[in-house]
């Protein structure tokens, strides 16, 4: 069996650059990625598990990848890929093939040590001690009064919980983390953030990529199912999820490996979505997002998040307030999708027959498909599914389903 890297050696080479570059997945301001199109050989890993990550050094530094087909890619300042000048066409791939987005710019904590299980447990929502090696969830970590502060999706490994958390939280859920650390606790924080990459994979045709790229054995896995593999002696953890659904793939590996991973993925037919298009299709399938539906003014209930939530574990932050939410029915407003009949800017206020009833918290000009569409939480008697609301002084909206939310359920009563 050939590795994956191997299988693409020939196309390749490892090349120092200026100490000064940014090191791949990130691009240089107006670089260009060159994406491979031809070659679709079947590549295949090696298999190596049990597998305890363990972020390897990083030797090398490369240039943007080499293949045949130039795709000029629009670059922020920080090196995130912003489009690669086919939003429509990744927009569309999916919901009708596969897109592949570098979402390194997440962020990814390692806690280890022997009570790393228990003390998750008390600080987040999910419940961890029902979980084993090899499975995962999404957890939320929300402040004593059960506001949210983030979802992180976790994954169990055999001697450590990896964390994958937003951008603009990675910091200080770690500080917040440290913080809960008593003298006693043996358990360890770690940002492995720049040793690691990360892609997801999304689309009703990432099974089959996986299918032949050998990763077969994940598809139809639970969700957050997760399994280790070695890329030319290099960890690539893959997991089914794709952050944005229950459905897809995640791929976390070395920044080493990540040339070969993209490649691979590429060459079996998925479209490249920068980060303009993702943020387009968080607020189209209704991923709350931090600093705008997680935030101190929302709780954890209110943001629909029930598949983060354990609600027969014992005490935990945001615990007694998540119960008496609960208990006492007193969830005071919902997130909604809203249709909108044309653009208008978030935290802008929502209005029911001249009645304030809640505000938009993202918006974007949407597909030519869906057009205008924002999210925004409503006062939950205030509105239902199919209703009209006004956003601001005249733009009419149309209160739809999220998907993200559609699946999550509250507990029934019965």
């Known amino acids: 069996m050939s590795s994956l890297s191997s299988a693409i050696s020939c196309n390749c080479s490892l090349r120092r650059r200026s100490p000064n570059a940014p090191p791949f997945p990130n691009l240089r301001k107006n670089a260009i990625w060159r994406h491979q199109k031809k070659n679709h050989n079947q590549f295949s890993l090696s298999f190596a598990l049990p597998f305890d990550l363990s972020p390897p050094p990083i030797d090398l530094e490369f240039d943007p990848l080499e293949t045949t087909t130039t795709a000029e ?42 009570d790393r299980i228990q003390f998750l447990h008390n600080q987040t929502t999910a419940n961890f001690e029902s979980l084993g090696e090899g499975q995962g969830c999404d957890t939320v970590f929300v402040t004593p009064t059960a506001r949210t502060i983030d979802i992180s999706h976790a994954w169990v490994m055999k001697n450590a919980v990896v964390l994958l958390v937003s951008p603009m939280t990675c910091g200080s859920i770690i500080k917040m983390l440290n913080k809960y650390i008593f003298f006693s606790d043996k358990v360890e924080i770690q940002d492995i953030t720049n040793q690691t990459s990360i892609f997801a994979l999304s689309g009703p045709k990432s099974s089959k990529i996986m299918e032949d790229l050998n990763l077969g054995d994940l598809v139809g896995q639970p969700y957050g199912s997760h399994k280790h593999y070695s890329v030319g002696g290099m960890p690539l953890t893959v997991a089914v999820g794709s952050i944005i659904s229950v459905e897809g793939f995640t791929f976390m590996m070395s920044p080493t490996a990540a040339r070969s991973v993209w490649k691979a993925l590429l060459a079996q037919g998925a479209i490249p979505m920068g980060s303009s298009a993702w943020e387009t299709l968080r607020i189209l399938r209704g991923r709350p997002a931090p600093g705008k539906e997680l935030t101190d003014e929302f709780n954890v209930l209110e943001a629909g998040l029930w598949r983060a939530l354990s609600l027969n574990k014992g005490c935990y932050k945001g615990q007694e307030t998540i119960a008496r939410l609960v208990t006492y029915d007193g969830i005071k407003q919902t997130l909604w999708g809203i249709r909108l009949s044309s653009p208008v800017e978030p935290s802008t206020i929502i209005t029911v027959d001249g009645k304030k009833v809640g505000k938009l918290t993202s918006f974007t000009a949407g597909t030519k498909t869906s057009g205008p569409f924002g999210l925004g939480y409503i006062k939950r008697r205030a509105a239902s599914e199919g209703d009209s609301v006004t956003v601001g002084d005249s733009v009419v909206g149309t209160l739809v389903e999220l998907p993200f939310l559609r699946d999550q359920r509250p507990p029934s009563k019965d």
């Open 73 to 114: 890619a629009e670059v922020s300042e920080d090196g995130t890929a912003i489009t690669y000048g086919n939003d429509d066409e990744a927009l569309d791939a999916v919901d009708n093939g596969v897109v592949v987005v570098d979402l390194s710019d997440y962020g990814r904590i390692r806690v280890s040590g022997e």
